[in-house]
């Protein structure tokens, strides 16, 4: 499933964020403290080697809705940016904190002059943001900064199963 607009293509995929050879970048749904975790931080960080872990060290703790860089390591991308996603019901207000979380993510992308990036659904794993809302604010916060993108051209959500690609396809249709 992919959209295109204003030149920009949105796709949804189902797979590994940790096996997406063709992009520049790729997001972390990091933890505060930017260390392996479980979900997508475990498989980025085991997948990067532990050089990521040691440039992520000085850059932490960061706050839900921030986002930093790294370089990839041993991973098949330039860049890591790492987002921490709210937990939901308890990081307020966890739509706006979500909605930061990608539009921090994407400045960064264009800072870098990274020209396509994937994204997993942040906050919707271990942080418990139910993934349709989670879509929902995604692919709005996306659409409104398009119009602010140069270099970014393709923006990728990377869902792990057959579900959450459906959820996903869904709203993005509906944008
Ligand atoms: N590729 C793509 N998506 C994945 C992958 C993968 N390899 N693994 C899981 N997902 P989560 P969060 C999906 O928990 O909710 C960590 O332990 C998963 O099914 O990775 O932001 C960190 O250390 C879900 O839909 O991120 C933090 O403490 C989505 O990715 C905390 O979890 C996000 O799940 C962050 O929680």
Redesign the pocket.
């Known amino acids: 499933m992919e959209k295109a607009i204003s030149g920009v293509t949105i796709e949804c995929i189902k797979?590994?964020?940790?096996s997406q050879a063709d992009v520049v970048a790729v997001v972390n749904?990091?933890?505060a403290e930017l260390?392996?975790?479980?979900?997508?931080?475990?498989?980025?960080h085991r997948a990067a080697g532990p050089g990521l872990e040691e440039e992520c060290r000085p850059l932490a703790p960061i706050q839900p809705g921030e986002a930093v860089v790294t370089g990839g390591h041993e991973l098949l991308n330039d860049y890591v940016i790492h987002c921490l996603?709210p937990v939901y019901g308890r990081d307020q207000p966890e739509d706006e904190l979500l909605a930061n979380s990608y539009r921090n993510a994407l400045e960064i992308a264009e800072d870098k002059k990274i020209d396509s990036i994937a994204f997993?659904?942040?906050?919707?794993?271990?942080?418990?943001?139910p993934?349709k809302e989670a879509a929902k604010i995604a692919f709005e916060t996306i659409s409104n900064i398009i119009p602010e993108l140069n270099t970014v051209k393709t923006i990728r959500f990377?869902?792990?199963?057959e579900d959450?690609l459906k959820i996903h396809a869904e709203e993005l249709s509906q944008l």
């Open positions: 797979g590994d964020i940790a749904a990091a933890n260390k392996t975790g479980g979900g997508v931080a475990g498989a980025l996603g997993p659904a942040i906050s919707t794993g271990a942080f418990g943001y993934t990377v869902l792990f199963d959450d």
